[in-house]
């Protein structure tokens, strides 16, 4: 069964930074494209970052870029994501997922990261 387990979420100032983390277990981790998104109340999910599976390609939605960097580690099977120079429109719940079906590289949507784990809060004060 898959899990995902994401960390690093809280409070934080306008301008500040978190990192989070996700520790995957349950699947051939390297095999498999990851992404971030996020889940803004009453809003649709966003893709906020993704990376595929060997973590030479990512993609970055366009209200992160330049602030957030996506990043793995295949022999940790754990995805990363350091937010920068955070905003009050960043607070969302955040989620680790995998798309599940494996090989086809990176997606930009984010119903096709269907396997998510149970989401870590991310609130920044202005």
């Known amino acids: 069964q898959v899990q995902l387990v994401e960390s690093g979420g809280g409070l934080v100032q306008a301008g500040g930074s978190l990192r989070l983390s996700c520790a995957a277990s349950g699947l051939a981790f390297s095999r498999y494209d990851m992404g971030w998104t996020r889940q803004f109340p009453g809003k649709e999910r966003e893709l906020a970052a993704a990376?595929?599976?060997?973590?030479?390609?990512?993609y970055y939605g366009d209200s992160v870029k330049g602030r957030f960097i996506i990043s793995r580690d295949n022999a940790k099977n754990t995805v990363y994501l350091q937010m920068d120079s955070l905003k009050p429109e960043d607070t969302a719940v955040y989620y680790c997922?995998?798309?599940?079906?494996?090989?086809?590289?990176?997606?930009?949507?984010?119903?096709?990261?269907?396997?998510w784990g149970q989401g870590t809060q991310v609130t920044v004060s202005s």
């Open positions: 997922a995998v798309r599940s079906r494996a090989g086809l590289g990176i997606s930009t949507h984010h119903s096709e990261y269907d396997v």
């Open positions: 990376i595929d599976r060997s973590g030479s390609s990512t």
